[in-house]
C-alpha cells in the first residue's frame, strides 16, 4: 500500500509534511503527560518528536496524521523494529489522538491505515503501550493483536509494560 490519503465524513487521514512536525509533538507530548509518562522510558525522551517526518522518510517507514474539519488530532507510524534480528517486524509508533478527538472513530481509522501499509512490508507488527491507555488496549485487541507476556527485546521504551504483537496476512 502506498503512503496515501483517505477522508471519512469530517475526518481525512494522510501522511504527515514537514510542517505538521511542531504540532505533533505537541499532541504527542500533551497526551503523555494525560497518562503520566511525561518520563524517562517512554515516548517523551524520543529524540524524533521535533522532526517526525525525517523519522518517516525510508520506503518500509510512514506516518499519517488524522484531521478533523481542518484541525490535526492525532497521528500513527509504521517502523522497523529496531532490531537486525526481527527485520520481518513491524512497529506501530507514535499512536496518539487527543482527547477532545476521542471516540470519533479516529483510533481504528489510523490502525486500518497502518496495518495495511505493515502488511506490505512486514509478516509481524509489534507495540508497546501503558496499561492506563484502556481504550487503546481495547482498539489494539479488537484489531486482532494478542498481549504478550513480555517484550520482544529491550527498546527505549523500557516503562511501558503492555505489549502486543499481530501476525500480518500477505
Not at 488524522?66 to 500513527?76: D, I, P
Not at 494478542?146 to 523500557?158: G, V
Request: hydrophobic content about 40%; charged content about 20%.
Amino acid at each position: 500500500m502506498v503512503k496515501n490519503t483517505s477522508q471519512t465524513d469530517n475526518i481525512i487521514l494522510r501522511p504527515i509534511t514537514y510542517s505538521d512536525n511542531s504540532e505533533m509533538e505537541t499532541i504527542i507530548r500533551t497526551v503523555l503527560t494525560e497518562f503520566d509518562a511525561n518520563r524517562p522510558g517512554f515516548a517523551w525522551q524520543d529524540p524524533e518528536l521535533s522532526n517526525l517526518t525525517a523519522a518517516y522518510e525510508r520506503p518500509d517507514t510512514a506516518y499519517w496524521i488524522a484531521e478533523v474539519n481542518g484541525k490535526v488530532v492525532g497521528g500513527c507510524g509504521i517502523g522497523q523494529l529496531a532490531s537486525a534480528s526481527l527485520s520481518s517486524v513491524g512497529e506501530l509508533q507514535k499512536m496518539y489522538v487527543t482527547g477532545d478527538a476521542r471516540g470519533l472513530g479516529i483510533g481504528q481509522q489510523l490502525i486500518s491505515v497502518a496495518l495495511a501499509f505493515a502488511q506490505d512490508h512486514y509478516g509481524w507488527c509489534y507495540l508497546e503501550t501503558l496499561h492506563t491507555m484502556t481504550k487503546a488496549e481495547r482498539l489494539y485487541r479488537a484489531s486482532g493483536f494478542i498481549r504478550l507476556p513480555a517484550p520482544l527485546l529491550q527498546t527505549e521504551h523500557n516503562a511501558c509494560d503492555r505489549w502486543f504483537l499481530k501476525e500480518l496476512q500477505h
